[in-house]
């Protein structure tokens, strides 16, 4: 089986473990710190916190934000559910708006019609590795006086004009799941410039307390704590970060090259202000079904874009204002993710686009 999106883990990840054992601290020490200063000199943030997943992160932005009932975020529709989960988690209303039908990333149109006194917060996702519109996102926000938290959870590596995506709004999130770009198996990370909403993060991070081993807590927090494992799985990736950005790259080359003259299949809209990380290729046809049932059984596993949130059973049994998204069904309904693993050989790439082509034909 040809896997849609693997791990690249080897050697080294086992090296910097090992720091570990000869170390014996498990939770938060050296290796941790030593991942968060690497994650703010790719991106450029002041501050980088690591959390325990990327959910909990939103979570934690949301609340150092002051953020709780009654108050309205708005999300994109067609995002993994975490990203309206985090804000349910807060006490808070998920606003679901639809998206552009080029880049798959909120519409910034639509979103200014969905804000009232209630809205506080809009949340834009960096989907599939390529940035939302920054530029119009933050102007919205400062013309509404709104907050803005950037969901990069697929974003790491990720520029809009030449800056880094999550360090452009008041909070970032990035997350390092196993089948992100890169991976400590679990994990999240929060970006910002601001020292206070940093020291908040850290407090709900950490049971509330401004450090660790003291046992006078200032605040209600929780144990979002990362691990020491964590981040040795971390640093080892971050070290092949350029090369899996690479080698993304040339995967989504190959298709381009290889599927471009197939009339049923479009590829995603680039942003040209952005310098994306091609974490999943994604095409749109409308026999999504049934091509990703033929290359099941040619052992080439695909996967379907998000399911719009407004469709999602679990939303259906509470209370959730919908309106109408056509664009994300659209592309729920068309798109296919491809194989995007850095793993990939060029002989299976070539065996992926043969039995495409040959579908198509």
Request: charged share 25%; net charge negative.
């Amino acid at each position: 089986m040809i896997n849609q999106l693997e791990p690249w883990i080897d050697h080294n990840e086992i090296k910097e473990l090992k720091r570990i054992v000869d170390s014996t601290y498990v939770t938060e020490a050296k290796l941790t710190e030593e991942f968060e200063a690497m994650t703010k000199d790719l991106t450029g943030a002041k501050h980088a916190i690591a959390m325990s997943n990327g959910t909990v992160a939103i979570y934690c932005a949301l609340q150092s934000l002051g953020i709780g009932k009654e108050d309205e975020v708005i999300v994109p529709d067609l995002t993994f559910i975490a990203t309206a989960n985090a804000v349910l988690m807060a006490g808070a209303k998920p606003i679901f708006c639809d998206v552009y039908e080029d880049t798959f990333c909120i519409d910034i149109e639509k979103a200014e019609k969905l804000i009232n006194k209630n809205t506080k917060v809009l949340i834009p996702v960096h989907l599939y590795g390529q940035s939302a519109d920054m530029t119009k996102i933050n102007s919205l926000a400062k013309q509404y006086n709104l907050f803005v938290i950037e969901d990069a959870a697929q974003g790491v590596g990720v520029k809009f004009l030449d800056r880094h995506v999550g360090t452009y709004g008041d909070i970032g999130v990035l997350s390092y799941y196993g089948n992100k770009t890169i991976t400590c198996g679990e994990g999240g990370m929060i970006l910002t410039s601001s020292d206070e909403l940093a020291e908040k993060c850290y407090m709900l991070k950490n049971h509330g307390r401004p450090e660790k081993g003291v046992f006078i807590h200032k605040e209600i927090g929780y144990n979002f704590s990362f691990t020491e494992m964590q981040a040795a799985v971390g640093i080892a990736q971050m070290k092949k970060l350029p090369l899996i950005i690479s080698k993304k790259k040339e995967i989504y080359d190959y298709y381009i090259k290889k599927l471009s003259k197939i009339e049923s299949l479009t590829s995603c809209f680039i942003d040209h202000r952005c310098e994306p990380v091609y974490w999943i290729t994604s095409f749109l046809t409308d026999d999504k079904d049934n091509l990703a049932e033929y290359l099941l059984d040619k052992n080439i596993q695909t996967r379907d874009i998000f399911y719009p949130l407004h469709l999602q059973p679990c939303y259906g049994k509470i209370d959730i204002k919908f309106g109408k998204y056509p664009v994300s069904e659209k592309i729920y309904n068309k798109g296919i993710s491809l194989p995007s693993s850095y793993s990939l050989t060029y002989s299976q790439l070539e065996y992926i686009t043969i039995n495409i082509s040959n579908y198509f034909s």
